[in-house]
Each structure stands twice: as C-alpha cells, then as structure tokens.
C-alpha cells in the first residue's frame, strides 16, 4: 500500500470519509486502490461503501452467514438519544429542502436555525440554561458523528454534510417514528 491508501484507509477507520478531507488520498482510493482496500476490509469483515457523486465513503459491518463462524463486530451499532435522533431527522429533511431549492453545492444552517428547529419538539424547561446546554452537546454530537460540520468562516454556521442521506434513510425514519410513537404513548399514559 503507498501513503495515500494508507491515508484512506486510517480515515475509513476513524469513521466518514469526505472527499474534501484529503483530496489526494480519495482519488488514489477511487483510481487506483478501490478493490485492494475492499478486500483488506472484508478480511476483517468490514464493507467499504463509496458514494463518487456526493463524495463520502464509509465502512460498515458485513453481513454474516449464520452457518459460518461469526467474527467478532470492529464497528458496533450505538442508539442515539431521542435529541441526537430528532437533529439528525431534521437535517435529513432540511438537506432534501436545500438541494430542491439551491443550486449550491453545499447546505448551509445557521446555528439559530438549528436551535429554533430543536426547540419546536423539544418540552420547554425551566431552566433555560440548562436547555441551551443540551441542545449544544447535541449539536456537538452530530458534528462528531460527521453529519455536521462547523464553518471556519463563521462561529455560528454549519454545513450539513450528504452523507446524512445514506444514515436517515426510509427505514430510519420509520424506526424513529414507531419509537416516537412509544415515546408519546408513555409520556402521556
């Protein structure tokens, strides 16, 4: 493996791959050691997935054969909080928004936005300190997820990143409403 796929391979590790974190070592993943790593990350029973038009890639867990002997799992599936969930659904819709209305190639929100559009599902606290505080760490989370990313331009505006599309699909969205719907039955029974 040259540098560039050893580059490539250590950011698919560390999680989302986007083209404009190292322009040099996505082109020598997709040119020249597409099939190389797929292979390397199948022995560890690992899927590399790419998407070229948006430009992310990223790994997740093969599917096994029940007959077969089962290898240990390297990228285990974490649940997200209600809050976590809920900005990941609203940026999926507003992503969808953006790109039917914008012909930029990039979505742009402000952190107001964000907020405004959590505190509408969100029950109002007393304390309004402590919300702000919950609301940052979700937005926070988000980011670490790679789903969000922070303007060096501006302190308050974020980049919603497409590879949103490929985690909050038509399936997610219906677990997260049939867990909404658990959610609301136990809150108001």
């Known amino acids: 493996m040259n540098y560039e796929t050893k580059v490539a391979t250590t950011l698919l590790l560390k999680g989302l791959f986007y083209k404009s974190d190292n322009e040099n070592a996505w082109l020598e993943m997709l040119e020249n050691s597409r099939g190389v790593m797929s292979e ?44 976590v969930s809920l900005l990941c659904v609203l940026l999926r819709k507003k992503i969808v928004d953006f790109e039917m209305q914008n012909e930029s190639s990039r979505a742009i929100i402000s952190k107001e936005d964000l907020v405004s559009s959590l505190l509408l599902f969100l029950p109002q606290k007393f ?21 969000l990313k922070k303007l060096k331009s501006s302190e308050n505006s974020y980049e919603i990143k497409s590879a949103i599309k490929a985690f909050v699909d038509a399936q997610w969205l219906s677990d997260f409403d049939e867990k909404l719907r658990e959610y609301k039955e136990e809150r108001w029974s």
Request: no cysteine; hydrophobic share 40%; net charge negative.
């Open 40 to 83: 390397y990350f199948e022995v560890i029973g690992l899927s590399l997935e790419v998407d070229e038009v948006e430009g992310y890639a990223y790994l997740k867990t093969l599917e096994q054969d029940e007959d077969a002997p089962q290898l240990p799992k390297l990228i285990n599936a974490r649940e997200l909080s209600f809050k």
């Open 127 to 147: 304390n309004e300190v402590k919300l702000h505080k919950e609301i940052d760490a979700t937005i926070k989370k988000v980011e670490e997820l790679g789903f």
